[in-house]
């Protein structure tokens, strides 16, 4: 009985011992690295893959991730060279490089991070007036980066960027930032209207140009039309007038009928509405010579002809009317 006792004690303490053994291998993950210590000092940096820890010597000290990580620090009190405080606050993107120097180099890495970061940004934003550390974001972060890459390198961190989130004035200066603001955007509205009515009144006023432009064009071709229809008319007239005068000169015209075509004509001005007409001086002798003849062939009375006279006066007519 008591061997079995026994017997069940030495397996109980072996499997004890077994499931002990098999706790002490550890498996590192991709991104991790593990710091051990053998006999209370650093021993080695364990990579991925699996390990073994001797039991009672070595202890695993820490698990360092060699991720980049973010740090999201808390808005920050600082003073601008013009005296204004203001609240900003800082993201920080940090990576591990070296575990065994992250692991012994600081107490609390971060909290030392943090620290840093914010005795910096109260440098550089004393420097700053308002304005600049407004519009100055870029310059603050990569001033906050250098420094605290130059700070940390010693503890395995490496910061890569550091970014100034919030900027936080008070709220006068925000009140007045904003009734600034405003009145830029209303000066700028009022340039714009202002220009857009000026660009209105311009293209109105070329339009109108344009357009007398083109109305006098079109009168001034309208008239040069006219003109020269009336020129064309006046030219046919005086070339129907000439070819009139050409055929009257070719039929080889005698004085009396011309002197019926001026009575014609003088006939035709007699029809008019004037009050007043003028007489050439020679129409008018001819009308007087006219008139008196017409008297005395009615006053004078017929000489009597004898029978031979009137026989001789036909026979020449007969003769001229054959001619």
Do not use: C
Request: charged letters at 30%; a neutral charge.
């Amino acid at each position: 009985m008591g061997g079995t006792i026994g017997i069940i004690l030495v397996i109980a303490v072996v499997v004890i011992l077994l499931i002990y053994v098999a706790t002490r291998f550890t498996i590192v993950t991709q991104a991790n690295r593990f710091i051990v210590e053998r006999l209370g000092g650093y021993y080695t940096t364990w990579d991925v893959g699996i390990h073994f820890l001797i039991p009672f010597i070595d202890r695993l000290k820490l698990k360092v991730s060699i991720k980049e990580q973010v740090v999201d620090f808390d808005p920050q009190p600082v003073i601008t060279k013009d005296n204004v405080t203001m609240q900003i606050d800082t993201v920080v993107f940090f990576q591990i490089t070296d575990p065994k120097l992250y692991t012994y180099g600081v107490n609390y890495p971060i909290k030392a991070i943090e620290n840093i970061t914010s005795t910096t940004l109260r440098n550089i934003i004393g420097d700053l007036e308002l304005d600049e550390s407004l519009t100055s974001r870029d310059y603050i972060n990569e001033k906050i980066r250098t420094i605290l890459d130059e700070a940390t390198d010693p503890w395995g961190i490496k910061i890569n960027r550091v970014e100034v989130k919030n900027i936080i004035p008070p709220k006068d200066i925000r009140e007045a930032m904003e009734k600034q603001m405003r009145a830029e955007r209303e000066k700028r509205q009022s340039i714009l209207i202002a220009e857009g009515n000026k660009r209105s009144a311009i293209l109105n006023a070329e339009g109108e140009k344009e357009a007398r432009i083109l109305h006098a064009d079109g009168e001034k071709q309208t008239r040069i039309l006219e003109a020269e229809g009336q020129g064309e008319a006046i030219l046919t007239v005086q070339k129907a007038t000439a070819k009139g005068i050409e055929l009257i000169k070719a039929a080889d015209a005698d004085e009396a009928f011309l002197r019926l075509e001026a009575y014609k004509a003088m006939e035709k001005v007699a029809e008019g509405q004037a009050t007043k007409l003028v007489i050439p001086s020679d129409m008018q002798g001819m009308v007087g010579m006219a008139s008196t003849l017409a008297e005395a062939f009615e006053t004078t009375p017929k000489p009597k002809l004898s029978d031979k006279t009137k026989k001789s006066l036909e026979e020449k007519k007969e003769s001229a009317k054959k001619q």
